[in-house]
Nanobody, 124 residues
């Protein structure tokens, strides 16, 4: 069981930036991802990254604005969010999967370890 802890959320104006971090033990063993959930909506698979950072996936709505990265030496996962929009408002969760990245991104249901989430609010 890996314990994950997100940080870096907050309130930002539209067009602004935030960087989220996720800390956990032995993150280098896992494919990592960020999900988000806004009130009344389903959880959304935002982005993921292979264990060595060589492969990434982004949902269409964040391409060109968000960047996922990791530092396995520090057991940290990051999400750099630029050009934020009000529709990016949500609780953001980091997640870990023991599944390996194949020819396609690891599917959402393979992520089995979750953090407690951090709130991101983008004002218009």
């Amino acid at each position: 069981q890996v314990r994950l802890a997100e940080s870096g959320g907050g309130l930002v104006q539209a067009g602004g930036s935030l960087r989220l971090s996720c800390a956990g033990s032995s993150l280098g063993r896992y494919t990592m991802a960020w999900f988000r959930r806004d009130a009344g909506k389903e959880r959304e698979y935002v982005t993921s990254i292979s264990w060595n950072g060589g492969s990434t996936f982004y949902t269409e709505s964040v391409k060109g604005r968000f960047t996922i990265s990791r530092d396995n030496t520090k057991n940290l996962l990051y999400l750099q969010m630029n050009s934020l929009k009000p529709e990016d408002t949500a609780v953001y969760y980091c997640a870990a999967s023991p599944a390996s990245w194949g020819s396609r991104p690891v599917p959402a249901h393979e992520f089995v370890h979750w953090g407690q989430g951090t709130q991101v609010t983008v004002s218009s």
